[in-house]
């Protein structure tokens, strides 16, 4: 069964201050740009959720080749952009992801999509001891993503269910840009 990539970028950057999803890296792209390629170059196709008023950001989406998902629902959190954009997504086992981690390596993204199309579950990256994103659900977990709502995500559904830990040498999966510090802190 196919996986279905899924990068949310429906949120509001309350800790960052302005619109992360804009902030120029310093290669020249913005994080949202690294992050959709990233996605494509790894998996061939990514459906990125966006907030249900990013109408113009889902035609920039779309140049760069991803399929934007409007969601007007992410007003109520993270748990609720990936409910509904969950529901909007063709059948399969889906690979969540954040649009503010863009430097995963892609041989880690198609390890957990080999994962999942392999049978597994739920899978998640390890790096060392802790868990990183992004993180796989079968195609029957589907309706405990769509139950999700308000700004929990899918961490919760993790204690719940058997888990993949897939070892990874690749320390993009703990890095989060939730704040500008976290981009120098990615850079050093």
């Known amino acids: 069964m196919t996986v279905r990539p899924l990068l949310l970028a429906g949120g509001f950057s309350v ?3 302005a619109d992360k999803r804009f902030v120029p890296l310093p290669e020249g792209d913005t994080l949202l740009e690294r992050s959709v390629a990233l996605w494509r170059q790894a998996l ?4 990125v959720a966006l907030r249900g008023d990013d109408a ?3 035609q920039r989406v779309r140049a760069l080749g991803g399929a934007p998902v409007l969601c007007d629902r992410s007003a109520e959190g993270l748990g609720a ?3 509904q954009a969950a529901a909007l997504l063709p059948p399969g086992p889906v690979l969540v992801g954040l ?3 863009p430097f995963i390596r892609r041989d880690t993204l198609r ?3 080999d994962e999942l199309a392999a049978g597994a579950e739920v899978v998640a990256p390890f790096f060392g001891a802790r868990r990183g994103n992004p993180v796989g659900f079968a195609a029957h977990c589907r309706p405990l993503l769509l ?3 308000g700004d929990r995500g899918a961490g919760a559904l993790l204690a719940t269910l058997p888990l993949r830990r897939l ?8 890095l989060d840009i939730d704040r500008p510090g976290d981009l120098q802190a990615a850079a050093d």
């Open 56 to 58: 113009a950001l889902a």
């Open 15 to 17: 800790r960052f201050g």
């Open 81 to 83: 952009t990936l409910a």
């Open 99 to 101: 649009a503010d981690m």
């Open 44 to 47: 061939g196709e990514v459906f």
């Open 167 to 174: 070892a990874v040498e690749d320390a993009g999966v703990l």
């Open 111 to 113: 390890a957990l999509a």
């Open 147 to 149: 139950g999700l709502s």
